[in-house]
């Protein structure tokens, strides 16, 4: 089997789904001035966030533990497609209601987000772990496209917010063509991953080769490739005789990893909602914009080898050198302009892009490709892990100070 043949296709694709992974819960992020005006007395940029993290941490952790056993096939086509319904389930909600808001609606906005949080446990992790066991290029255009969902959904709403009056009537339009869009693009991107990706040659080869050292979450995407009955075969004998790590000794051979990708997250989301808080204003956009697009950049730097850092000690003093963000920013804040502002963002996009990109592919180096997988899922829970402890710092520390 050509083991080259369809490579750039695969990497476009990649790039689609890591762009459907986050569309749904970035296009809920890009329009929170339209649930600020629907729901005033809520606080929706915090509460909507912090319900999203709860259930894909939540998630994410049972499915760690049970990713050996589970099909990464259906768990992908079901975590896409919960994004296409969630993103409908949004447009059903606001026409219903006409666009007014009261704690109904805001119960429905609440259990939509809930259910992106589960989507996103199942797709990015699933992903992740299934991109893992083939080639840190598919990796990092999968990382690449999450990051270009928030660029383009910022570019978007920058469009919107010029098409559109400035009022309620004018938000609510831009949501739903936000929402619109989201759904036909996660609706082609469960079609993508059902029905071509999975056919392509040099997919159906990483594939073929993970079985014989023990992967069985790759069975359904082989059978929809046309491979079915070699794959179970040499699967049960490589079982027979392997002797890959426990989840539990990965992850602690891996702790440095793990460790870096929580703490760069946790600095990120410490920072970054707040930039949202107050999302009607032309300086919050920019600042958005900012971060999307620095961040994008961030996940492009390691393709040039020279640049790329692979060194675990090298990555966690970058990691902890990010900390001086933590006062650079309260005094920018407090004493800066916005000149000062505009390039810690631009920093803290491009390093957490970086450093995600780095670690993630180049963790998984050299291991089996049941344990790749593994460390894949692992490692996207310690993302998970520390966004939600960043939103819950930059939660806290409005204790007292008025939570909006």
């Not at 000149?339 to 963790?363: E, K, Q, R």
């Not at 790749?372 to 806290?396: K, T």
Request: proline share 3%.
């Amino acid at each position: 089997m050509d083991n080259n043949h369809g490579r750039y296709n695969a990497l476009l694709l990649c790039w689609l789904f890591g762009n459907g992974c986050l569309l749904a819960w970035n296009t809920m992020l890009t329009v929170v001035d339209y649930y600020a005006y629907m729901f005033p007395r809520y606080h929706p940029s915090r509460i909507l966030a912090i319900i999203y993290q709860s259930f894909a941490i939540g998630a994410l952790s049972v499915l760690v533990y049970k990713e050996a056993s589970l099909n990464t096939r259906r768990r992908n086509l079901f975590g896409y497609s919960l994004f296409a319904l969630g993103s409908l389930a949004v447009l059903v909600v606001n026409l219903s209601t006409s666009g007014r808001g009261g704690i109904g609606s805001f119960i429905g906005v609440c259990v939509i987000s809930a259910a992106f949080g589960l989507a996103d446990a199942h797709v990015l992790g699933g992903m992740i772990g299934d991109l893992s066991l083939m080639a840190p290029e598919f990796v990092q255009s999968f990382l690449a496209g999450l990051a270009a969902s928030g660029a383009l959904t910022s570019g978007l709403r920058q469009v919107t917010k010029a098409v559109f009056k400035n009022s309620r009537d004018g938000l609510r339009k831009g949501a739903m063509l936000f929402f619109a869009i989201s759904v036909v693009f996660e609706l082609v991107c469960v079609m993508l991953y059902a029905y071509v990706f999975p056919k392509l040659s040099i997919v159906k080869y990483y594939r073929a080769q993970a079985v014989p050292q023990g992967s069985t979450t790759v069975w359904g995407d082989l059978a929809a490739g046309g491979i079915q009955e070699l794959p179970r075969r040499q699967a049960e004998e490589a079982l027979e005789i392997s002797d890959r790590f426990s989840n539990k000794v990965l992850f602690l051979l891996n702790l440095g990893n793990a460790i870096n990708l929580f703490l760069v997250y946790l600095v990120t989301f410490r920072f970054f909602p707040r930039l949202r808080k107050t999302a009607w204003n032309r300086y919050p956009l920019m600042l958005i914009a900012v971060f999307n697009v620095s961040h994008l950049v961030g996940r492009y730097v390691p393709l040039v080898k020279k640049l790329k850092m692979e060194s675990e000690k090298g990555l966690m003093i970058t990691t902890f050198g990010r900390f001086w963000l933590v006062p650079a920013f309260y005094f920018t804040a407090t004493y800066g302009n916005q000149v000062w502002m505009i390039f810690l963002t631009s920093v803290l996009g491009l390093s957490n892009g970086y450093l995600t990109v780095c670690i993630l592919t180049s963790a998984t180096e050299g291991h089996l490709a049941p344990e790749q997988n593994a460390l894949g899922n692992m490692l996207v829970l310690c993302i998970s892990g520390g966004m939600f402890a960043g939103v819950i710092c930059d939660w806290i520390w409005l204790i007292g100070k008025g939570w909006w």
